[in-house]
């Protein structure tokens, strides 16, 4: 029978789930591999061909360390909280866990018509109330925690308030908020509890504060930077402004120097190190406070506070003509003076339209207002005049910067656009608009206790001086900033916190999980509280305290979900001690660049925190990240003819002849073109108007236009697997997703060339068969020939595997199957193992073959890899080109083992050498072995 792929596919699937194929045990004599997918979140739309991808690559390699021996871990799971089915949910009046199941049920379906071999045991859902069970109980284990310096880990809050009971403040070297105060223990001990807690929270590793968010009004909640561009939130384009509330945050801060020290024990891409090491932005340099000026506007208990700024150029404190203030910082509406108040209450008002990500990539802004006010320079006492611009944000360092327009280039084009000084304080500096680095040469001018000095001297008496006189201090800053953890919206996890006197407690472990309470609409209620507010009789402790109304952010069920994968049912831990310690972490990640700055970082920061309780031993969660390249759109375009005036017609011209006529491209559904030709009658069935189109054609076919874009319904070039794999089969999808090109690489999706794969499959189906499809396989013995191609692709795809270079593997399995077709190979010992090589890619044919050759159905997934026998390879024989005086005149196939004497005999007792030496007595035969023969007359 020929190949029949849906019956042998539809098998084999039911095959697999219902003798569970693919359930891992978590214990074993095998070695462990854990491979893993960053899981999707359930879209209606559901799968397109570009998401398969990273799956595919992961099968396959998980497959294939099945057969290299491992006991792997391969889970799949939903990240299924999210805004999307929460705006459907208001668009509609449906439940988010309706729309949630529905779509999951369409993912599950289409990722089981691809033939993954997921463990689906052990599948996971984040809006499951069994698993953010433990997303609150990890959330409960940070806001019980602090960090402690000194240990270079976190720690029970416990311990903490020992500290504070038996020394106080004293012995504490914590992170913390900046405003913490210095007591006694007899202090401690006299404190009410409201002030015991409100102490504690500036420690805990979860805490309130008031923090500058990313608001939206029309969607009701604070989104995270990554959610919002050009001032617009990314899910349905709405403005968003920036704005104070009062917010859970997380000291990811604690962890910055780990976070960096941790990229150089992983194998990452180095794009994504980078981006990393760029977000966490550490600084070294010196924490400088600058007394505000004393005058009319400014009142008595102003006048003794101080701007306090970080630099990493405290040698350029002489060159400092201004300072600059977040437009969000605290004191701009309070040093603000009257004749200056109109201009900076309208540039706060434009700031608040602009979110953070752009005003920090925007390098080149020189707007800003100024406060009327004005700072003392500590080493100089000169006035230093007090600004606003949004490229500093309340959020990063303190909120402020000292302008050195000597010495940096935007305070450059900031001072000399608002005509503040520009003080040169280096002999190296010889053009004002470039920033000097006295670190290479130069010494220091006009620098007061500096003044010619080199760039380490400098640095170190200034360190120096600011500690004495009690004005600022050497600090090592981090550019990034706590992570703020909480949205006002519902579809997310309950934050397992009461409050009481308006200050937060935990809800007891054993009333885990808090679970999201029904609600009457979806949306903030008429006050502006979240949707939780809408809740009836939901509060703690028969309606003592009110709940937090706030859910977690969308990242808080992927920060920890490879854990639960690892011990997926356990009811009395977020995975035992037993599985993390066999399974341990990732060996294998494979997911989107677009996660490097977020989830990514989220993981390792819990992954970090969870080692230092001693639930893990492993300090980074994924030892290897592969970042699968996206899959682009192939848009197709029809040309509509306009008339004389430019009116649009219904005819439509084909590509090569558009030039001839005023016409407009129009986007055509991907779906009704095959090899850039349109189907006519699909066009004119797809819509009312087009139903009477007519067509201009080219050789009597209409041929589309091509352009490469991002895949997007709104351009009809989506391609649903479903499709392919009704007309092709799943392995033919999952072979020609890897064809494509390499795994981390961007591509074009092509269908054009999808059928090339399946006639490759079609004929590997047919060495096992005869012209009438009959199975027919030979026990003999195979040949060298046989052997050798056989043993070329152990290697080849054992090769290509162990690097990632799928592509290059299905062109190899090409190249195999056209060899042994051509040497009539139909032998046993050569395709029984032709199949267990190829099964990784192509699983539902080979497994079907597997039986065929008599094996048993199921085993095929744990047999054995081929060994690699490099025998075979060696080559015994070299065809000889034979040249007479330098002339090449023919070919001689000769054994290597041969020596200069016995190839000298044959070549000149050969008949066709005779024809050419006719008669002649050679001089000499230069022979070099496995290259030439030279016969010299």
């Known amino acids: 029978m020929d190949y029949q792929f849906k019956d042998i596919e539809e098998r084999w699937q039911k095959f697999w789930a219902s003798n569970k194929t693919f359930k891992t045990n978590t214990t074993s004599e095998k070695p462990k591999y854990y491979v893993l997918d960053m899981f999707p979140y359930p879209s209606g739309a559901g799968l397109h061909v570009g998401h398969p991808l990273g799956y595919i690559a992961s099968d396959i390699f998980a497959r294939y360390k099945r057969l290299k021996g491992f006991n792997v871990l391969h889970p799949m799971g939903y990240d299924s909280f999210g805004l999307p089915a929460e705006q459907y949910a208001i668009q509609t009046g449906q439940h988010p866990a309706i729309t949630t199941e529905s779509n999951i049920n369409t993912y599950r379906k289409q990722l089981d018509r691809i033939g993954f071999s997921f463990d689906w045991d052990r599948e996971v859902r984040t809006s499951d109330a069994g698993y953010y069970k433990w997303t609150q109980w990890i959330f409960m284990q940070l806001f019980n925690s602090w960090y402690n310096i000194d240990a270079d880990k976190a720690e029970p809050i416990s311990t903490l308030i020992e500290k504070f009971s038996t020394s106080g403040t004293l012995n504490v070297n914590a992170v913390s908020d900046d405003d913490t105060i210095d007591f006694q223990p007899s202090d401690w001990a006299n404190y009410s509890e409201t002030q015991k807690q409100e102490i504690l929270l500036k420690y805990r590793l979860t805490y309130l504060k008031e923090s500058t968010v990313n608001w939206c009004a029309a969607l009701g909640t604070v989104l995270a930077n990554d959610e919002v561009k050009d001032g617009f939130s990314e899910r349905g384009g709405h403005p968003v402004e920036q704005k104070k509330m009062m917010q859970w945050s997380m000291r990811i801060t604690a962890y910055a120097d780990r976070l960096l020290q941790g990229l150089d024990t992983v194998d990452w891409p180095d794009p994504v190190k980078e981006m990393q090491k760029n977000w966490i932005g550490k600084s070294v340099g010196a924490s400088v406070r600058f007394k505000l000026n004393e005058n009319d506007a400014l009142s008595s208990e102003l006048s003794s506070q101080q701007i306090e700024v970080f630099t990493t150029r405290i040698d350029t404190i002489y060159g400092v003509s201004f300072l600059v203030l977040a437009p969000e910082h605290e004191l701009v509406s309070k040093i603000t003076t009257p004749a200056q108040k109109a201009d900076v209450e309208n540039y706060i008002e434009q700031t608040k339209k602009k979110s953070e990500l752009d005003r920090m990539a925007d390098t080149k802004s020189t707007s800003g207002a100024f406060t009327g006010s004005y700072a003392i320079n500590p080493l100089n006492g000169e006035l230093v005049p007090i600004w606003i611009a949004d490229y500093v944000l309340a959020g990063y360092g303190t909120g402020a910067v000292m302008g050195v327009p000597s010495g940096d280039q935007r305070d450059w084009l900031f001072a000399t656009k608002f005509n503040l000084p520009i003080q040169q304080i280096s002999d190296a500096q010889v053009d004002l608009n470039i920033q000097a680095d006295p670190t290479k040469e130069g010494k220091y001018i006009n620098s007061g206790i500096i003044n010619g000095m080199d760039y380490s001297a400098a640095v170190a008496t200034l360190n120096q001086w600011i500690e004495e006189n009690n004005v600022g201090k050497a600090k090592v800053n981090f550019r990034m900033r706590d992570a703020i953890f909480g949205r006002q919206r519902y579809w997310g996890e309950p934050i397992p916190v009461y409050f009481n006197d308006g200050l937060p407690y935990l809800i007891d472990e054993e009333e885990l999980p808090l679970l999201l309470p029904e609600v009457d609409k979806y949306l903030p209620t008429e006050t502006g509280e979240p949707p939780l507010a809408r809740a009836k009789d939901w509060s703690y402790s028969a309606n003592k305290y009110s709940y937090e109304l706030s859910t977690m952010p969308g990242w808080a069920g992927s920060s920890w979900?490879?854990?639960?994968?690892?011990?997926?049912?356990?009811?009395?831990?977020?995975?035992?001690?037993?599985?993390?310690?066999?399974?341990?972490?990732?060996?294998?990640?494979?997911?989107?660049?677009?996660?490097?700055?977020?989830?990514?970082?989220?993981?390792?920061?819990?992954?970090?925190?969870?080692?230092?309780?001693?639930?893990?031993?492993?300090?980074?969660?994924?030892?290897?990240?592969?970042?699968?390249?996206?899959?682009?759109?192939?848009?197709?375009?029809?040309?509509?003819?306009?008339?004389?005036?430019?009116?649009?017609?219904?005819?439509?011209?084909?590509?090569?002849?558009?030039?001839?006529?005023?016409?407009?491209?129009?986007?055509?559904?991907?779906?009704?073109?095959?090899?850039?030709?349109?189907?006519?009658?699909?066009?004119?069935?797809?819509?009312?108007?087009?139903?009477?189109?007519?067509?201009?054609?080219?050789?009597?076919?209409?041929?589309?236009?091509?352009?490469?874009?991002?895949?997007?319904?709104?351009?009809?070039?989506?391609?649903?697997?479903?499709?392919?794999?009704?007309?092709?089969?799943?392995?033919?999808?999952?072979?020609?997703?890897?064809?494509?090109?390499?795994?981390?690489?961007?591509?074009?999706?092509?269908?054009?060339?999808?059928?090339?794969?399946?006639?490759?499959?079609?004929?590997?189906?047919?060495?096992?068969?005869?012209?009438?499809?009959?199975?027919?396989?030979s026990n003999h013995e195979p040949t060298k020939a046989e052997l050798k191609a056989l043993h070329k692709i152990i290697k080849k795809v054992q090769d290509d595997i162990e690097r990632f270079s799928f592509n290059t593997s299905v062109s190899s399995f090409m190249i195999a199957v056209n060899e042994l077709t051509d040497l009539k190979c139909n032998k046993r010992a050569i395709l029984k193992d032709l199949v267990v090589i190829l099964s990784p890619y192509a699983p539902h044919i080979c497994e079907e073959l597997w039986v065929l050759l008599g094996e048993e159905a199921g085993k095929l997934s744990y047999a054995q890899f081929p060994m690699f026998n490099p025998e075979y390879l060696v080559e015994d024989s070299f065809s000889y080109p034979v040249s007479i005086n330098g002339k090449m005149r023919l070919n001689l196939n000769l054994s290597l083992n041969l020596d200069a004497k016995e190839v000298e005999s044959i070549v000149l007792a050969d008949e066709n050498v005779q024809k050419y030496l006719e008669g002649a007595i050679p001089k000499k035969v230069i022979f070099v072995k496995g290259r030439i023969i030279n016969i010299v007359i």
Not at 615 to 643: C, H, W
Not at 660 to 677: E, S, W
Not at 681 to 699: C, G, P, S, V, Y
């Open 561 to 777: 979900y490879w854990f639960r994968y690892m011990d997926a049912d356990n009811n009395q831990a977020f995975a035992s001690k037993e599985a993390i310690d066999y399974w341990k972490n990732v060996d294998l990640y494979i997911g989107g660049s677009e996660h490097a700055t977020g989830h990514l970082l989220y993981s390792r920061f819990w992954n970090k925190f969870l080692k230092d309780l001693g639930y893990t031993q492993e300090e980074e969660p994924f030892k290897k990240l592969i970042n699968q390249g996206m899959i682009q759109g192939r848009s197709n375009f029809v040309y509509r003819v306009a008339d004389a005036n430019g009116k649009p017609t219904n005819t439509y011209v084909s590509h090569g002849l558009k030039a001839q006529y005023n016409c407009t491209a129009i986007h055509v559904d991907v779906n009704m073109v095959v090899n850039d030709q349109l189907n006519i009658q699909q066009f004119r069935n797809w819509r009312e108007e087009f139903k009477t189109a007519e067509f201009i054609l080219e050789d009597g076919k209409y041929i589309c236009g091509v352009e490469v874009e991002k895949m997007s319904k709104s351009k009809y070039n989506v391609v649903n697997p479903d499709d392919l794999i009704e007309r092709y089969g799943a392995d033919t999808l999952r072979m020609y997703e890897m064809f494509l090109g390499p795994l981390e690489q961007s591509k074009p999706w092509n269908t054009n060339g999808i059928e090339g794969v399946f006639k490759f499959l079609r004929k590997f189906w047919k060495l096992f068969h005869d012209n009438e499809f009959n199975f027919v396989v």
